[in-house]
């Protein structure tokens, strides 16, 4: 067409770059050409075929299992087994396979450990067989050969213990039994008839045994030996205080200042202050399991903790007295100096008395007060004479004549010139 001209190829080629030239498609390449195993290209074409063991289907691309044992059982002498693109032959029991791989050869049981027969093996074609020798059975799981056991019928006539042996049997006895002169029967053996059966304490014979046990108060350890029980040990052998183990039993007992009631368990205060236990010289508390003595005001308790004796109070800070303390029995009281008035209030303070204030303290004319004392004077123109109270008019004129010049008149508390 339009003056020029183009190359084509066979199916099964293709045109490379010259556009000339065809080459083979190679079409195992893509997707296998489709074939389910082996895939052959050839010139402009391909085909697919199988692994040994396989076979091309009609589509001419999967390929499926021979079964090799369908057609004269796979040459195999027994059993042929078909597998994936294979097959194997093996053989029944007592046969084993030969190095063809297919044949099938009698397997000899008892050329290996005697076919596990304990006596006797035969091989037979396919099997084999245990027996056994005079004097003995095969048991049911026919390779064991058992004694003819005597003692599986009436127990050998044995009255306890058979035991069969090869050929024979024998008669025993279970531990505390004693086989008579029969040889056959067997009597209970008295343990405690020799050495109290090694009890320490109590014995007690049993058929066929017997045990040991302990009076009360006492426990048995390695069944035959007594132990003194610690009851103790144990909540304090329910004693509320004191629990005294002895040999074979224990007591309860008590603190001081307390003592066992009806219980013999339990512990009660003992009020010492209701007795003459106690001693106390004054005042006596009741505490639990003691007591306590104490004393009254103005008293202190001596170094025995009973007897009170007298506190002086004064020897104190003077018992807080501003003056005089003078103790007393169980207690003591304030005093004061002449002058002085206690204060009834704290009845420990002194206070001035004021003497002027009662009848103005005797003075006949002028009562002045001190602390503790007072003194009386007299107005001008008069004169205190010797009781220190009482004023006498003062004669001026006999002194000095007054002064005056003249005449002198005394007047009473004055005079005049």
Sequence with gaps: NNGSYLCSCNPGYQLIGDNRTCNDINECTTLNGNCSQVCNNVNGSYFCSCNTGYQLGANNKTCYDVNECSTNNGNCDQMCTNTNGSYACSCGLGYMLSSDNSTCNDVDECSLLNGNCSQMCNNTIGSYMCSCITGYFLNSNNQICNEI????????????????????Y???????????????????????????????????????????????????VSNVTCNDINECSANN????????NTIGSYYCSCLSGYQLNITNKICSDINECATSTANCSQLCTNTNGSYVCSCSKGYTLGSDSKTCNDTNECAINNGNCSQTCVNTIGGFMCSCSVGYGLNYTYNQSC????????????????????????????TSGYTLIGDRMTCNDTNECTI???????????TIGSYQC
């Design 237 to 244: 052998g329910n004693c509320s205080q004191l629990c005294n």
């Design 351 to 378: 206070n001035d008395i004021n003497e002027c204030l009662s009848n103005k303290g005797n003075c006949s004319q002028i009562c002045t007060n001190t602390n503790g004392s007072y003194f009386c004077s007299c």
């Design 400 to 410: 000095a004549n007054g002064n005056c010049s003249q005449i002198c008149t005394n």
């Design 149 to 168: 056991n005597e003692c599986s019928t009436n127990n050998g006539n044995c009255s306890q213990l058979c035991t069969n042996t090869n050929g024979s």
């Design 170 to 220: 024998f008669c025993s006895c279970n531990h505390g039994y004693v086989l008579n002169g029969n040889n056959m029967t067997c009597s209970d053996i008295n343990e405690c008839a020799s050495t109290n059966g090694n009890c320490s304490q109590m014995c007690t014979n049993t058929n066929g045994s017997y045990y040991c046990s302990c009076l009360s108060g006492y426990q048995l």
